[in-house]
């Protein structure tokens, strides 16, 4: 690791960090959301609260005053601070990022955050497609009257939470780790706060030549129609029991299958099923063909063991993908869980609250995270592919500690 580490250090000290969050695009996602500079009286420039804000992400056990510190030494040392611009107290930063809001951070993380890892990154692809992953993960928040109004309390057979929490869905890249979509809520805040709601708004951004893996509880007939709408692949878990039709079993295993909406009452879902026996095509909006995979982990521990998988599929063609290699993909989900965990146990710090007092600025914070996040992954995946190694030899622990020591290339104006 040695040698692998030399490389980092070498990447950060250039300012590699710089081309993925570059100043003109934080420009122009301030334009934008119509929060260009208005300042007076020595106010921090909304371009430079954007950079504060995923520094606050690299630095959470740290104050206000203190990352407002390194980063104003590194406006200096790029000749990026004028004197006017006086540095400012805890007070003033909390009024810049009220002033400010979470739509440029929003902004600018989705013009930067795309996929990153190269054709020869380990476990990036299969075949032509590039993997990518599905899955939300949960923050607590201050436990202030705003929070818990707009983030709600989630309760439990022991009662009411300690925090409200706050809810983040994600796409992520499986090579890299790197999140390219984001939404961001509630947890208990009724209807709409689920990770099955939440991840919608983020299906219509799906890219052709993706392979998009999601467990179980994202399946729905609607959100598959949707997703596969836009020119990408899915194979999505389903539960054990689902009703799956067999219309012709294939030479690897696997077989075809036709997925029909669920409230088409049962003699017409049987036409159905007949006419894709018959290889008729079907109306779109009631049913689509897919294939699926079933398979079980016989050495596998705990409650899970023997237990039933079955994925379905948009790829039909079982040549292009033959069911050993998906079944070998989904499991590259779990590098989805890995990612979260950098994300909350790693860059945040496990237990750690977050700052803000109010439901805007937990929104923008988490959108630093998120930009700080995939920041390092994608820088995790350069150097890697540089050093000729995978990236998950790369320890991101490690990472982030010479990035927070080079927090001045890293985050440049």
């Keep these: 690791m040695a040698e692998t580490g030399g490389v980092l250090t070498d990447w950060v000290s250039l300012g590699v960090l710089a081309s993925w969050v570059p100043r003109d695009v934080v420009d122009e996602a301030v334009a934008e959301s119509g929060k260009g500079a208005r300042r007076s009286g020595g106010k921090l420039p909304p371009h430079v609260v954007v950079y504060l804000v995923a520094a606050l992400a690299l630095f959470p ?12 030494e590194t406006l200096r040392s790029w000749g990026c601070w004028q004197e006017e611009w006086e540095p400012p107290t805890k007070g003033a930063v909390t009024q810049a990022r009220q002033r400010l809001g979470p739509e440029p951070v929003a902004e600018v993380f989705g013009q930067v955050a795309e ?31 705003a929070n818990r109004s707009f983030f709600g309390t989630k309760r439990s057979g022991h009662g009411a939470a300690a925090y409200p929490k706050a809810r983040v869905v994600t796409v992520s890249e499986c090579g890299s780790h790197a999140p390219v979509l984001a939404a961001i809520g509630p947890t208990a805040g009724g209807k709409g706060s689920g990770e ?17 893996i999601a467990d179980r509880m994202f399946f729905c007939f609607a959100d598959w129609c949707t997703a596969s709408g836009t020119g990408a692949d899915l194979l999505w878990r389903v539960r054990a029991d689902a009703r799956l039709p067999v219309l012709q079993m294939l030479p690897d295993g696997s077989y075809l299958t036709v997925l029909i909406e669920p409230r088409i009452p049962r003699a017409q879902r049987a036409a159905i099923i007949e006419a894709a026996r018959a290889g008729q095509d079907l109306d779109p909006g009631r049913a689509r ?7 079980d982990i016989p050495d ?13 599929t948009t790829i039909t063609d079982y040549r292009a993908a033959p069911a050993l290699d998906l079944a070998a993909a989904y499991h590259q989900r779990w590098e989805h869980e890995t990612g979260n965990a ?5 860059l945040r710090g496990p237990g750690r609250i977050l700052r803000s007092g109010s439901p805007a600025m937990i929104e923008q914070e988490l959108w630093g995270y998120l930009l700080a996040h995939f920041a390092i992954s994608a820088l995790i995946c350069t150097a890697a592919a540089n050093a ?21 290339p890293a985050f440049p104006p």
């Design 289 to 295: 063909y897919a294939r699926v995979i079933e398979y």
């Design 115 to 145: 996929p990153v890892a190269g054709l020869d990154t380990a476990g990036a692809f299969l075949g032509p497609w590039r993997l990518m992953s599905l899955d939300g993960l949960e923050w607590d928040v201050p436990d202030t009257a």
């Design 196 to 212: 099955q709601s939440m991840a919608r708004p983020l299906y219509g951004q799906l890219e052709q030549g993706w392979l998009l």
């Design 300 to 312: 596998r521990e705990g409650d899970g063991k023997d237990e039933l998988i079955a994925v379905v």
């Design 388 to 408: 000729g190694i995978d990236p998950d030899r790369v320890k991101f622990r490690r990472t982030l500690r010479v990035v927070r020591r080079a927090v001045g």
């Design 342 to 346: 950098q994300l909350k146990t790693y």
């Design 61 to 72: 056990d740290e104050d206000y005053e203190e990352v407002v510190v390194r980063l104003t």
